[in-house]
């Protein structure tokens, strides 16, 4: 076994906000508190990083990306650190490390083709030697997505769906080969009738491509059905890890059992049961120093969650959770 | 029962300089009191503008071209602005999409809820003020929020404050467009049981809009699936669910992603433009059991069974 495909390791975002002008007090926001994970890369596999909107998911993908630094901590691709990467072999990085974006409408400019995004990757990476060849690369990557050449060439963005766009970024992805692929929500935005056409479409592409994807998505329906492995981020804190069908049968960390019962269920015949208690939390608790960042909501709460922060251990095989509950677990397998 | 909404063949267009833009185009159903009623569908297959023309919210350069809107023995299309005022917030509330933004943000919470009352009703301030609170514990938001800005609150406390500013004069029909788009799985379960709980405690009929059928499966009673401005099949959501009687429907129900189904299939092709809807039925182009007759004649939309209708040639 070599270096893993992408290591992040104990990494740390804060924003700072307000203090603009002096007129404001300068506070500190800590977006990502010292998250650390793995991707092999010894076989594909699509990772879902999943939490709530505000848990740092979009953050932690634009720190991979190189779009943001971190405030603590590195990331590292292929044993080497990611800023030594983009200053040194950027095009190499850029090639290997594809992403695919939320909007399918913001990456489109206007005012061109939408081929072009397809043409340009081909230029740039040297994928075809002729304008030919390069014709032929793209229909050919088209066609293996299941879309029609004939319908998409020549068109301008807003002449073509949504889930097309999403999907034409797909066949940018078969056509540059990337070793690892940061998907940022990108089915949001498309319809529910388009969007497992989409996820097929990645999920083949893992396999015809031997390409690792961090698929970033708050929708657990969506997740548990495109994934693999699974991340559960809370606030900032990664709090459960593990295979992606085991987690959402069993999940162990009561945060993660929170968002698995708030699923709503496509059939009429089970629906919920039980009724959720909103309780409000200020900022400041959500963003608690000290202690889980769950303990203010979670019904499990015990006095040492409000002053320690739970290490993410193993629970049980290939599952890691972050919670008190397990503590004696921890301890039993902890070696002596 | 006697229903308390009735549609017949509404239409509701907008003008554009490439002719009428077609987006609501003969969609009838009635809704009966004290039920929670699904629309869903497609985005562009008219289920807001819908919504919209049946609340008479509509702008130029949408309009609405025929049909009728009966609202408890009223005719809502035949009636003045006035006369439609007042019947707004005390017979009629509307939740609309994104509504969370629609919030003043220079007011405090409780003044808005207080303002939505005191234009409507003859009512004191005092007596306002006690009613907002009220309410505001009913959705499940602290009373401290009443104090506060919007900007203070998430995108899920906005939302319960509008949904509880919707229920203060106590309407006989809510219609709520999307509520829970773009809000987190917890506080989504959230706003759909305070929705579901609008009809259970006041009795109030609700009209929900949402493209997601997992939160329609959740909460609603009878659905409407829409496709390309005309109504594919209404039915209870149990046999919509359960045995959908319109092509599109049984796929629109297959696409959805969900814990116990290990492959899912989308519809392939593209939702149709209002501008041009395709001859025939609307739906023919995607449909994979589309037959010659599908492509010339448009379907007549009837009852196929008891409580169940659809329009498909396949179920002649």
């Known amino acids: 076994m070599g270096e893993p495909l992408l290591e992040v390791r104990n990494v740390t975002k804060d924003y700072t906000i307000g203090g603009g002008l002096g007129l404001t007090e300068r506070k500190i926001i800590r977006a990502v508190d010292k998250v650390s994970f793995t991707i092999s890369g010894e076989k594909p596999t699509i990772s879902a990083l999943v939490g709530q909107s505000g848990s740092g998911k979009s953050t932690i993908a634009r720190m991979i990306l190189g779009l943001l630094e971190p405030t603590s901590g590195g990331i590292l691709y292929q044993g080497k650190d990611t800023r030594l990467w983009l200053k040194k072999e950027k095009k190499a990085y850029r090639r290997n490390v594809q992403v695919i974006f939320q909007d399918p409408y913001g990456i489109y400019n206007p005012f061109y083709r939408v081929d072009r995004v397809l043409f340009k990757a081909v230029k740039k990476f040297g994928l075809a030697s002729s304008n030919d060849e390069a014709h032929n690369i793209v229909i050919e990557s088209m066609r293996a997505m299941g879309l029609r050449p004939e319908d998409l060439l020549g068109r301008y963005p807003h002449q073509i769906s949504g889930g097309e766009r999403q999907r034409l970024m797909l066949v940018r992805i078969l056509l540059i080969k990337p070793k690892l692929v940061i998907a940022d929500e990108p089915v949001s935005m498309i319809d529910v009738s388009l969007r497992s056409i989409f996820l097929n479409n990645l999920q083949g592409l893992k396999n015809r491509i031997k390409m690792s994807c961090v698929y970033i998505t708050h929708d657990l329906n969506i997740a548990h059905y495109v994934s693999d492995d699974i991340m559960v981020l809370c606030h900032g804190r990664m709090v459960e890890t593990g295979e992606t069908k085991s987690v959402v049968r069993d999940p162990l960390h009561p945060y993660t059992q929170n968002l698995v019962n708030a699923i709503p269920i496509p059939d009429p015949k089970k629906r919920w049961k039980d009724t959720v208690e909103i309780k409000g939390a200020t900022f400041e608790e959500l963003r608690a120093e000290q202690g889980c960042i769950y303990s203010h909501r979670c019904p499990h709460v015990m006095p040492m969650c409000k002053s320690e922060i739970p290490p993410l251990a193993e629970i049980k095989p290939g599952r890691k959770a972050a919670c008190f509950l397990y503590s004696e677990v921890i301890e039993a397998t902890k070696p002596k | ?316």
């Open chain 2, 1 to 316: 029962m006697e229903p308390i909404l009735r549609v017949e063949d509404l239409r509701v267009y907008y003008k554009s300089i490439f002719g009428d833009v077609r987006s609501v185009d003969g969609v009838s159903f009635s809704v009966n009191p004290n039920e929670v009623f699904g629309i869903a569908g497609e985005s562009g297959c008219g289920k807001s503008t819908l919504v919209e023309g049946i609340l008479r919210v509509i702008v130029p350069p949408a309009y609405i071209r025929s049909g009728r809107i009966v609202f408890k023995n009223t005719d809502l299309i035949s009636l003045g602005e006035e006369e439609l005022r007042k019947m707004r917030w005390k017979e009629l509330s509307y939740i609309p999409q994104g509504s969370m933004n629609s919030l003043n943000p220079v007011l405090r919470i409780e003044e808005q809820m207080m303002d939505a009352m005191i234009s409507h009703t003859e009512i004191s301030k005092q007596e306002a003020k006690e009613a907002a609170l009220s309410g505001l514990k009913e959705v499940g938001l602290p009373v401290e929020v009443a104090r506060m800005y919007p900007h203070e609150l998430s995108g899920g406390m906005k939302q319960r404050v509008i949904i509880a500013t919707s229920v203060l004069l106590k309407p006989s029909l809510i219609v709520a467009d999307e509520p829970v788009t773009a809000l987190d799985v917890v506080v989504q379960k959230g706003i759909l049981q305070s929705i579901a709980s609008l009809r259970d405690r006041h009795g109030i009929t609700v009209i929900f809009v949402a493209h997601d059928l997992a939160a329609h499966a959740e909460i609603v009673d009878s659905l409407v699936i829409m496709y390309a401005g005309r109504i594919a099949e209404i039915g209870s959501i149990f046999d919509v669910f359960g045995d959908p009687l319109h092509p599109y429907s049984k796929l629109l129900v297959a696409a959805v992603p969900s814990m116990e189904k290990d492959v899912v299939e989308g519809i392939p092709g593209l939702a149709p433009s209002p501008l041009d809807w395709p001859p025939g039925c609307r739906f023919h182009p995607r449909c994979p059991y589309a037959t010659p007759i599908c492509s010339k004649e448009e379907p007549a939309f009837k009852a196929v069974r008891q409580g169940r209708y659809a329009a498909c040639h396949l179920l002649e």
